[in-house]
């Protein structure tokens, strides 16, 4: 029989399996599952001539996520073994790991997740073959309803009659599942099970609470281990824990999920906003401010009440309803429809700093990057189809340009296409989703597509990055709009001297300015470029006779633009410092006798390193160099 595995044409006997051609054929070890949907089983009892057969391995995505979500049932296997009385849930996949919820009338505290992993590592070592059944809806009802599984049954009966439904064996545990699932525990050697969280059954806090526990796993030891060692780094550049210690900001019960900036936060918060104004300014942008509060009707028409119902703000004046508003685009097509415009005036580009506010759930706030007031540096782009292409490639470039200057240069890009929700005829979406794909290819871009996740008025294009832990971000976007200039009437005067509407470009680099905020005092580790620092310098005198001198130097640089500061305390220079090298500013200049009586500084760095005696004019000079 002639089959082709992993684009290797093999000749395979007739009673050969398909395991049997991987061995004799494939040196890998990692291989996980064949085709993705189907085990190397499966496929066994359906090679046919000229099969074409793709294995996955743990290096590949998709195998790495087999391998997390076959751990995820043997956690079910353990904890099962340990607590029979627990109800099991569901059990996804997740970035690093796997979770699952379960219903427990007993505790599950910290010191249990041990018992339960030394269990899983017995189970994982038995060598369990994990088998597939495809069974009927009914038989499957039956199964669960057989070991009191409530939450299995519920899930079952929701599945439409014509689907495929497999439950996954090793030993005496069963679960539902999908899959696919690797072929044996044995491959399942590198996990932890990380933390305990509460959870609601549908994820609704009207329903059953529950308890959710989350592991990792790795096809290897160090990889688990080089995780977990970035996950230690992370903790100790957490922004929440760096922006108290750097006094950045805070937050507080009285205002949850929104933020107080302090003086050295409210700085950075800003130096990044008058860098994007000047980019918008360089290119063509008209800066607006728009009301933080709009009735309801205009929120109904843009198709965002339907949308983001229950993340607005209500409230209520003189009997009229109103919303606080949770983006800023209804408010910039209101700023276009005022006066005529023509063809001649377009690309038409409005920018804003737009505060808003959505009502996320108080349980996934996380100190700047998920918080329920915040910045965006929206900007929106009225345009004809003709300009489309252009002016997604002016943004790409942009965009591009500004991750550079904070030093994030290893990016992922994703076009995300039309999701089930959705406004517009799939014409609209069509074209919109081709004139995408038309931009990135004419600018040589890489990109994979994020099928079902575009905007629900029109398809974009995803920026992601990574950070100096290799963890990625998901920050700019650049989305086309067919549908809302319409809804909203926005129009313009064609050459012909006709009426049409014009296709409405959304765009943000930083996303959200907080959030953006939160990111680099992480990847930065609150080591902040010499440009961003809240303050630049401090200057620090041995003894009171250098007061004079240390204070002129102060005033001297401030003139010269820099954010300086003097530490004229009586602490011993020692103290002094080690205090200011751990608020990580960038610069100390020292002022004793022989800096007083030359006229000089002696520079260190935060890192510890002595630069040396200069000159201000020197110091200045290296100053603007590294800002440069």
Same mark, same amino acid.
């Given at each position: 029989?002639?089959?082709?595995?992993? %684009?290797?044409?093999?000749?395979?006997?007739?009673?050969?399996?398909?395991?049997?051609?991987?061995?004799?054929?494939?040196?890998?070890?990692?291989? +996980?599952?064949?085709?993705?949907?189907?085990?190397?089983?499966?496929?066994?009892?359906?090679?046919?001539?000229?099969? %074409?057969?793709?294995?996955?391995?743990?290096?590949?995505?998709?195998?790495?996520?087999?391998?997390?979500?076959?751990?995820?049932?043997?956690?079910?296997?353990?904890?099962?073994?340990?607590?029979?009385?627990?109800?099991?849930?569901?059990?996804?996949?997740?970035?690093?790991?796997?979770?699952?919820?379960?219903?427990?009338?007993?505790?599950?505290?910290?010191? !249990?997740?041990?018992?339960?992993?030394?269990?899983?590592?017995?189970?994982?070592?038995?060598?369990?073959?994990?088998?597939?059944?495809? +069974?009927?809806?009914?038989?499957?009802?039956?199964?669960?309803?057989?070991?009191?599984?409530?939450?299995?049954?519920?899930?079952?009966?929701?599945?439409?009659?014509?689907?495929?439904?497999?439950?996954?064996?090793?030993?005496?545990?069963?679960?539902?599942?999908?899959?696919?699932?690797?072929?044996?525990?044995?491959?399942?050697?590198?996990?932890?099970?990380?933390?305990?969280?509460? *959870?609601?059954?549908?994820?609704?806090?009207?329903?059953?609470?529950?308890?959710?526990?989350?592991?990792?796993?790795?096809?290897?030891?160090?990889?688990?281990?080089?995780?977990?060692?970035?996950?230690?780094?992370?903790?100790?550049?957490?922004?929440?824990?760096?922006?108290?210690?750097?006094?950045?900001?805070?937050?507080?019960?009285?205002?949850?999920?929104?933020?107080?900036?302090?003086?050295?936060?409210?700085? +950075?918060?800003?130096?990044?906003?008058?860098?994007?104004? $000047?980019?918008? #300014?360089?290119?063509?942008?008209?800066?607006?401010?728009?009301?933080?509060?709009?009735?309801?009707?205009?929120?109904?028409?843009?198709?965002?009440?339907?949308?983001?119902?229950?993340?607005?703000?209500?409230?209520?004046?003189?009997?009229?309803?109103?919303?606080?508003?949770?983006? *800023?685009?209804?408010?910039?097509?209101?700023?276009?429809?005022?006066?005529?415009?023509?063809?001649?005036? @377009?690309?038409? &580009?409005?920018?804003?700093?737009?505060?808003?506010?959505?009502?996320?759930? *108080?349980?996934?706030?996380?100190?700047?990057?998920?918080?329920?007031?915040?910045?965006?540096?929206?900007?929106?782009?009225?345009?004809?189809?003709?300009?489309?292409?252009?002016?997604?490639?002016? @943004?790409?470039?942009?965009?591009?340009?500004?991750?550079?200057?904070?030093?994030?240069?290893?990016? &992922?890009?994703?076009?995300?296409?039309?999701?089930?929700?959705?406004?517009?005829?799939?014409?609209?979406?069509?074209?919109?989703?081709? $004139?995408?794909?038309?931009?990135?290819?004419?600018?040589?871009?890489?990109?994979?597509?994020?099928?079902?996740?575009?905007?629900?008025?029109?398809?974009?294009?995803?920026?992601?990055?990574?950070?100096?832990?290799?963890?990625?971000?998901?920050?700019?976007?650049?989305?086309?709009?067919?549908?809302?200039?319409?809804?909203? *009437?926005?129009?313009?005067?064609?050459?012909?001297?006709?009426?049409?509407?014009?296709?409405?470009?959304?765009?943000?680099? @930083?996303?959200?300015?907080?959030?953006?905020?939160?990111?680099?005092?992480?990847? /930065?580790?609150?080591?902040?470029?010499?440009?961003?620092?809240?303050?630049?310098?401090?200057?620090?005198?041995?003894?009171?006779?250098?007061?004079?001198?240390?204070?002129?130097?102060?005033?001297? @640089?401030?003139?010269?633009? /820099?954010? $300086?500061?003097?530490?004229?305390?009586?602490?011993?220079?020692?103290?002094?410092?080690? %205090?200011?090298?751990?608020?990580?500013?960038?610069?100390?200049?020292?002022?004793?006798?022989?800096?007083?009586?030359?006229?000089?500084?002696? +520079? #260190?760095?935060?890192?510890?390193? !002595?630069?040396?005696?200069?000159?201000?004019?020197?110091?200045?000079?290296?100053?603007?160099?590294?800002?440069?």
């Amino acid at each position: 029989m002639k089959i082709t595995v992993n %684009n290797k044409n093999i000749e395979a006997e007739n009673n050969e399996t398909l395991e049997d051609v991987v061995k004799k054929h494939f040196k890998e070890k990692n291989i +996980v599952a064949a085709n993705v949907d189907n085990t190397l089983k499966d496929l066994s009892d359906n090679l046919t001539e000229n099969s %074409n057969i793709e294995l996955v391995t743990t290096n590949h995505k998709d195998g790495l996520d087999i391998l997390r979500h076959s751990c995820a049932h043997v956690f079910g296997h353990a904890i099962k073994q340990i607590y029979p009385e627990v109800k099991m849930v569901i059990g996804p996949v997740i970035d690093n790991g796997f979770y699952y919820d379960i219903l427990s009338n007993e505790p599950i505290t910290e010191k !249990d997740l041990k018992v339960i992993e030394n269990r899983m590592r017995k189970l994982a070592k038995k060598n369990y073959p994990i088998k597939r059944q495809v +069974v009927s809806k009914d038989q499957a009802i039956s199964i669960f309803n057989e070991r009191n599984e409530p939450y299995k049954v519920e899930l079952l009966k929701e599945i439409k009659n014509n689907e495929i439904i497999a439950v996954y064996h090793h030993e005496e545990y069963i679960d539902m599942c999908r899959g696919p699932h690797l072929t044996n525990t044995k491959h399942i050697k590198a996990f932890k099970l990380m933390k305990i969280s509460g *959870s609601y059954w549908k994820g609704n806090s009207n329903n059953q609470s529950l308890t959710r526990i989350y592991g990792t796993a790795w096809p290897t030891l160090e990889e688990q281990e080089s995780y977990l060692q970035s996950l230690e780094e992370a903790e100790k550049r957490d922004h929440r824990l760096l922006g108290k210690k750097l006094d950045l900001f805070h937050f507080q019960e009285e205002s949850p999920g929104m933020v107080f900036w302090h003086d050295k936060g409210w700085t +950075v918060f800003n130096l990044i906003k008058d860098f994007i104004t $000047s980019h918008l #300014r360089k290119n063509n942008y008209q800066v607006i401010n728009t009301p933080q509060i709009l009735d309801k009707s205009l929120w109904k028409k843009s198709g965002h009440l339907d949308k983001f119902g229950d993340l607005i703000f209500d409230v209520g004046s003189e009997k009229k309803e109103f919303a606080i508003k949770p983006m *800023s685009c209804p408010g910039h097509i209101q700023v276009f429809n005022q006066g005529l415009k023509s063809y001649k005036d @377009l690309p038409l &580009k409005y920018a804003e700093f737009g505060v808003v506010h959505r009502n996320e759930p *108080s349980g996934t706030l996380h100190g700047l990057l998920r918080i329920r007031a915040f910045t965006q540096d929206d900007a929106h782009i009225f345009c004809t189809t003709d300009q489309i292409e252009r002016e997604i490639s002016l @943004l790409i470039n942009d965009i591009k340009t500004i991750y550079n200057k904070f030093g994030f240069n290893d990016l &992922k890009i994703e076009l995300s296409t039309r999701p089930e929700k959705r406004v517009g005829s799939e014409e609209i979406w069509d074209k919109a989703e081709d $004139s995408l794909k038309k931009a990135l290819d004419l600018n040589n871009i890489e990109f994979s597509i994020n099928a079902g996740d575009g905007a629900f008025y029109g398809p974009k294009i995803d920026f992601s990055l990574k950070d100096s832990l290799s963890r990625v971000w998901q920050l700019g976007t650049i989305q086309l709009d067919f549908s809302m200039p319409g809804r909203l *009437s926005a129009s313009y005067i064609d050459a012909d001297g006709t009426k049409d509407t014009p296709v409405m470009i959304h765009r943000a680099i @930083l996303g959200s300015l907080e959030r953006f905020v939160g990111i680099l005092i992480e990847h /930065y580790s609150g080591n902040l470029p010499l440009w961003l620092a809240p303050t630049q310098i401090t200057i620090l005198n041995i003894t009171d006779k250098h007061k004079e001198y240390s204070t002129s130097i102060n005033n001297q @640089l401030i003139q010269l633009g /820099y954010r $300086s500061e003097c530490d004229l305390s009586n602490e011993k220079i020692g103290y002094k410092i080690r %205090n200011h090298a751990m608020t990580r500013v960038p610069y100390m200049l020292i002022i004793g006798d022989k800096e007083l009586e030359d006229k000089k500084v002696t +520079v #260190r760095d935060r890192t510890g390193n !002595d630069l040396g005696s200069m000159s201000i004019d020197q110091f200045c000079e290296m100053l603007k160099n590294e800002i440069n």
